[in-house]
């Protein structure tokens, strides 16, 4: 196991910690939901609008994120978007209208996405294989915590979405604070394999143009892929609270809880993965894990069956919490190593698109139908997820 000096430590507390704490207020737009929109006055399917500003914000990042590192540094990157985010949990909290809170989440949407794209090159650049797994399971270990604080913000008698933006905002701010005074990331600056990774962000190193790669029919299955699992993921966390609270009468305290069991346990899904991914090929150990997530949707489609839906609902975390890390690693594999760069940057877009849009049309169809229409759509992802996959598979096989 390799060992690192004292102020690499400090770098890697840094970027765990950044990445968890964005992990944390997605809950409110899970959980705080019901009262946003009450409080708005808005549709069911008006939460697709932030999720959209948001994917925008991130997309945008991605475009430019490498440049602004090249330019400005990891670490000044870093705190800025930090700042940024802490100021739009402000505002959420301060907030007049729906309007307004739409335009900070694509203004959040960046700040996220920047320290998403910029830890993840810090981290490729200077650490290793198990830092870097553990940096992405950080972030499920906020997306656990979110949902509980809002209740601990509740209980105090606050409400659920403002209260949470407000708390959330604070430990932003005071992350913020630390990073001034540690400075972590101006110490071994000097590192010269940042400073490349860096630019093949950037587009600087790239000898296979994105037309090339965007030629291989197998590239549009794994976009394909990547989206239906991006709105699979964040359909689950975004409409389980509502659907339990609104539709199967299960308590907002009890249901909370259960949104953070199913970030829970796709958190440690990935850390157990970590162990025992070479036991099984690749492919079978997906397999598995697709079917579990079929399987798993399934037990949701019982309204008068609320114990049931609940394990369905923390099985399928664990089912899904490989797919997106394993497949991601397997994309040199799948497309070829001279084409994967690319392939990696459509996918993960492809990604981030498909959280946007599907858990919106889960919105529609509650509107237009009821709340128990979601499960079966959600089901009907994981089969048209399944198939992708074995379509892509074969494909890779025949290349």
């Not at 430590?9 to 970027?15: K, N, Q, S």
């Not at 309007?99 to 320290?115: F, K, M, N, S």
């Not at 981290?123 to 290793?128: L, Q, S």
């Not at 049931?308 to 399928?316: E, P």
Request: glycine share 12%.
């Amino acid at each position: 196991m390799k060992k690192y000096s004292s102020s690499a430590l400090l770098v890697i507390a840094f970027l765990f910690v950044s990445i968890m704490m964005f992990g944390m207020p997605g809950a409110i737009t899970s959980v705080g939901w019901p009262d946003m929109r009450d409080e708005f006055g808005l549709r069911q399917d008006s939460i697709g609008w932030m999720l959209m500003a948001g994917t925008i914000g991130h997309l945008i990042s991605g475009a430019f994120n490498g440049r602004l590192m090249y330019r400005f540094g990891g670490g000044r990157l870093m705190l800025f978007a930090l700042i940024i985010f802490s100021l739009s949990l402000f505002g959420y909290w301060l907030t007049p209208s729906w309007a307004l809170l739409v335009a900070l989440a694509l203004i959040g949407g960046w700040a996220a996405g920047t320290v998403d794209a910029t830890g993840n090159t810090i981290t490729a650049a200077r650490f290793d294989e198990r830092i870097m797994n553990w940096f992405h399971g950080f972030f499920g270990i906020g997306a656990t915590l979110g949902p509980l604080i809002i209740s601990l913000v509740v209980a105090q008698g606050f409400n659920s979405w403002r209260g949470g933006a407000f708390v959330f905002a604070v430990m932003f701010a005071l992350i913020c604070l630390a990073q001034v005074i540690l400075r972590p990331f101006r110490r071994d600056v000097s590192a010269g394999d940042e400073v490349q990774a860096i630019k093949e962000s950037a587009g600087e190193e790239s000898s296979i143009s994105g037309r090339e790669t965007l030629s291989k029919g197998i590239v549009w299955i794994a976009i394909a892929f990547f989206f239906v699992y991006g709105g699979i993921e964040v359909a689950l966390g975004q409409w389980s609270f509502t659907i339990f609270t609104e539709s199967r009468g299960i308590s907002d305290e009890l249901a909370r809880v259960w949104v953070a069991v199913y970030w829970g346990t796709f958190t440690a899904g990935r850390f157990i993965f970590g162990v025992i991914s070479h036991w099984l090929p690749v492919n079978r150990w997906l397999r598995i894990c697709l079917f579990g997530t079929m399987a798993s949707v399934v037990l949701l489609l019982f309204p008068n069956r609320p114990v049931i839906a609940i394990i369905g609902l923390a099985l399928s975390g664990l089912a899904q919490a490989p797919i997106f890390a394993t497949l991601i690693s397997n994309m040199p594999n799948l497309v070829g190593k001279d084409h994967s760069a690319n392939a990696i940057g459509y996918v993960v877009g492809a990604a981030g698109i498909g959280i946007a849009f599907l858990p919106w049309g889960a919105g529609i169809l509650a509107e237009a139908i009821s709340l128990e229409a979601i499960p079966p759509y959600i089901l009907g992802l994981t089969v048209l997820l399944f198939a992708l996959f074995e379509i892509m598979a074969r494909g890779s096989a025949e290349s």
